[in-house]
């Protein structure tokens, strides 16, 4: 992989990684200790795995490799550890987790003050690498967030005095499409241009599940030598979800016929049919419950929603905008909670085992996408007396 073809992130991998390669072949330096800024794991992934096949043989990891905490352990016992020639192993690779923890709760002189020393004369058979995981580099790092760009300017005036700083950026949507072609190519399978948007867009560009799903997407296409968009929508859940969000945003705008012909698109693209229906309908319901917290917290920027929706009860992130402006176009709560009602009734009737399961969706749909009825007065005031 040429730095020069990538964007930031996959840029300062491959400069990192041809460093650390050429180090472990004798055939140029290696710095005392790396900084990696940036909370891309499947970046940081990739730079662990180049420093472990370079420099920590699988039979002597246990005596060559240490995984610190500084939560848990000092800065001063990290610099002892690395200052002490290992007896069993002929270097030490030290990764040094919560790097945060030198940046809080006072000016910490003395732990920066030991660092200088140790990289004034640093053991030549040891390698620091602080992981600063605490940080958000954006792809384009002009948009970084202020509080992001006065702890990176922290970080590179104490640790980047005496470390290499590598920035690992997040992926942009392009880097991550031409990373799925290219790996896909590596094992002789070409990767339809449809098939590789669609895989970014549904995971929006989160590396570490791109990877994951590439993986099964490999072992479902084996000996067919091409991956489709067919394929993706398949196997990559994220994709059945933009579908689902498609339907719902037909729904919401009250396109029936819209709405109806999604409906159909799902059934017909799953390989179990009509069997998938109760989890069309659980899906349905998980987004109705969604956009009922959204309205009545009166969220307006994607922003916002990570508070207003707790740690797993949100969407993927290529969602969020959509469903935000899907939530406001309800008037009240009245009319949520009424979709609701109506998703709980069409799973009460699919678990009584209808002659024909695609008829009740159909139905659920149709009313779904419909306006409600309006209540005459008479009985709206006896149905709340009865209540």
């Not at 180090?23 to 900084?35: D, E, I, K, Q, T």
């Not at 794991?41 to 730079?47: E, S, T």
Request: with cysteine; aromatic share 8%; glycine share 6%.
């Amino acid at each position: 992989m040429s730095a020069g073809r990538w964007g930031a992130g996959f840029s300062a991998v491959a400069r990192f990684v041809a460093e650390v390669e050429a180090a472990a072949a004798n055939r140029g330096p290696l710095r005392p200790g790396y900084v990696l800024a940036g909370e891309e794991a499947f970046l940081l992934d990739r730079c662990r795995a180049a420093v472990l096949k370079g420099f920590v043989p699988p039979d002597l990891k246990d005596f060559c490799l240490s995984d610190l905490d500084l939560n848990g352990t000092s800065l001063f016992e990290v610099l002892d550890r690395a200052q002490t020639p290992s007896l069993m192993a002929p270097f030490q690779v030290i990764f040094v987790r919560n790097v945060r923890q030198l940046y809080t709760r006072g000016a910490k002189k003395d732990e920066f003050a030991a660092l200088d020393r140790y990289f004034r004369s640093p053991n030549p058979q040891a390698l620091l690498i602080f992981v600063a995981d605490f940080l958000r580099i954006p792809s384009d790092i002009r948009r970084m967030e202020m509080d992001d760009k006065n702890r990176f300017e922290r970080l590179r005036e104490t640790l980047g005095e005496h470390c290499s700083m590598v920035e690992l950026a997040r992926v942009n949507d392009e880097d991550a499409m031409r990373w799925t072609v290219a790996t896909a190519q590596e094992t002789g399978v070409r990767m339809e241009p449809d098939a590789a948007r669609e895989l970014v867009d549904a995971l929006g560009a989160d590396m570490m599940m791109i990877a994951s799903e590439m993986e099964k997407l490999l072992l479902y296409t084996l000996g067919r030598g091409r991956i489709t968009l067919g394929d993706v929508e398949t196997m990559v859940l994220g994709a059945k979800q933009r579908t689902l969000y498609e339907l719902t945003d037909a729904i919401s705008a009250r396109d029936r016929a819209r709405a109806l012909l999604i409906l159909h698109g799902l059934l017909n693209s799953s390989d179990a049919g009509e069997d998938a229906a109760i989890g069309h309908l659980y899906m349905l319901a998980r987004t109705f419950r969604q956009m009922l917290v959204i309205l009545e917290k009166n969220v307006r920027d994607s922003r916002a929603i990570w508070q207003a929706l707790w740690q797993g009860f949100r969407m993927p992130p290529f969602a969020a905008d959509d469903l935000i402006r899907q939530a406001r176009r309800y008037k009240s709560r009245r009319e949520l909670t009424r979709a609701l009602r109506l998703v709980a009734r069409a799973d009460l009737e699919l678990r009584s085992s209808p002659p024909d399961k695609k008829l009740v969706l159909e139905r659920l749909v149709y009313e779904l996408a419909s306006e409600p009825k309006a209540v005459a007065p008479l009985f709206a005031a006896q149905l709340s007396f009865e209540v």
